[in-house]
């Protein structure tokens, strides 16, 4: 067993590789144009937790189809969470993966969200060091380049009945990946959903479950059919208050130069508490840029924009790290564009300072980054 930052041991995982992987010829042709999600490492990794054993028999093996009862209870009751986040090759060959504590505590708290077992923080790292070991070679390298890693847990008992499973899986496999939007960083457009919402204060909001992604689809496609790329949701009890774009949390920046501050929505309950989120406060603050969280309504955010005081908007997430905002369009407050529909030089230092942290250009200096490698 390996041990983690704080010292606790990691949780002991079987290793069992595939013994037919992908040839290296093919995989540098993945490797080297990635996309995203398209493309899966030779192997996974699984645990079982039951009533009686708890979490046992975790164990990397090869990737593959998983074999499921038709009454499979997740399929019909939705207990199914996940998780995001990244491993990164550094120039001296390394491999680094940024703030998993984090990820493996929102993990839990999903878990726990949705009346499922809770993962042992030392078997979600556990297992992210066991894949990226034995999967190594395929972490790309290059800032805009990573292995993306998708751990996550479904419940597992066979049979009917609306309440919490007694058995449940939990897997972690892996892709490389490379610019999460294919055009990179343009400025996406985006639509005030006033028609639907994602969450609702006491609802799931605060956890990344597969439910809350299945219910904001049909608001995602409503974006598309008005020309926009990303819904942007509004909170649920005064359809006002802006909350998230899409998956992602939103940034606003007032004032420019030496006089710029950041504003990003607070967290109410039915927002989701993203990690990238949460380390752009401080990359903002050690840059010199003040960040606080607050409300910004829709009517703020077209005035701002017209009157100058808005000057940039940008939507932050572990698998698109910063995407910019160029125009917004609603059905009742109109259309508007942002930083005259590019991307603004906040964004983009915000964007390179946050890179360069995870890649090991620059100094971490605030124990964030984990070696796997």
Known sequence: MTATDSGTALWPISVTPSDH??????????????????????????????????????????????SLDPATNFMHYGQAIFEGLKAYRHADDSIWTFRPLQNAERFANSARRLAMAELPPELFL????????????????????????????????????????????????????????????????????????????????????????????????????????????????ERRWIEEMGGMNLYFVYGSGDSARLVTPSLTGSLLPGITRSSLLTVASDLGIPAEEGRISVEEWRDGCASGEITEVFACGTAAVITPVGEVKTRGAGAWSVSNGGTGPITQQLRSALLDIQTGVAPDRHNWLHRLV
């Not at 093919?26 to 899966?40: I, K, Y």
């Not at 990794?45 to 046992?56: F, I, P, Q, S, Y």
């Not at 060091?129 to 990573?146: F, I, K, T, Y």
């Not at 479950?209 to 909170?235: F, I, K, T």
Request: proline residues 6%; hydrophobic residues 40%.
């Open 126 to 237: 556990g297992s992210i060091e066991a894949l990226v070991r034995q999967d190594r070679a395929w972490v790309p390298s290059g800032q805009e380049r990573s292995l993306y890693l998708r751990p996550f847990m479904i419940s597992t008992e066979v049979g009917l009945g609306v309440r919490p499973a007694n058995r449940y899986e939990y897997l972690l496999i892996a892709s490389p990946a490379g610019a999460y939007f294919p055009r990179g960083l343009t400025p996406v457009s985006v639509w005030v959903s006033e028609d639907y919402v994602r969450a609702a204060p006491g609802g799931t909001g605060e956890a990344k479950c597969a439910g809350n992604y299945a219910a904001s689809l049909v608001a995602q496609a409503e974006a598309a059919s008005h020309g926009c790329d990303q819904v942007v949701w509004l909170d649920a009890v």
């Open 21 to 66: 992987p992908v040839d290296s010829a093919e995989r540098d042709e993945v490797l080297a144009n990635p996309g995203f999600g398209q493309r899966f490492t030779d192997n996974m990794v699984r645990a079982t937790w039951t009533l009686d054993e708890g979490w046992h028999d975790a164990r990397l093996e090869a990737y593959g189809p998983l």
